[in-house]
């Protein structure tokens, strides 16, 4: 069951974060194509955006550990952004113009934001 869901309009793929079921999948928009992809730490990814112009995607986590990390569009090399002060992130959006990231933390009712290179 989807929790969010991403448009990358450049290569015209949604991308579909799954608490549920621990997963990220990847779809083309005319559904040719779907693929899950395996995210070493994944318990429960809730927010996701897309950053497709400079190639990534991030996400929230609100597993036991919950963090915000990025991942190429491809699903490889994961980078673990955030984990201090984090309950429950969701809700993620980016700005592109000025490299922003922003969420929503459900549990401590606040928006947080950050640079996208953490």
């Known amino acids: 069951t989807p929790d969010g869901m991403a448009v990358d309009w450049v290569n015209r ?3 579909l974060s799954d ?3 621990s997963r990220f999948e990847v779809a083309s928009l005319d559904g040719k194509y779907r693929k899950s992809l395996y995210i070493e730490r994944l318990r429960k990814p809730r927010g996701i955006c897309v ?3 400079n190639g990534y995607v991030y996400w929230a986590d609100w597993g036991a550990f919950p963090f915000i990390a990025k991942m ?4 490889m090399n994961m980078e ?4 201090i002060g984090l309950a ?5 959006t980016i700005d592109l113009e000025s490299g922003t990231l922003l969420w929503a933390d459900a549990n401590r009712k606040r928006i947080g934001m950050m640079n ?3």
């Not at 429950?88 to 993620?92: D, F, H, K, R």
């Open 80 to 83: 673990v952004l955030a984990e």
């Open 19 to 21: 608490s549920h079921n």
């Open 51 to 53: 950053d497709p112009v």
């Open 72 to 75: 190429e569009l491809d699903g």
């Open 13 to 15: 793929n949604l991308y």
């Open 88 to 92: 429950w992130p969701n809700s993620l």
């Open 116 to 118: 996208t290179d953490g």
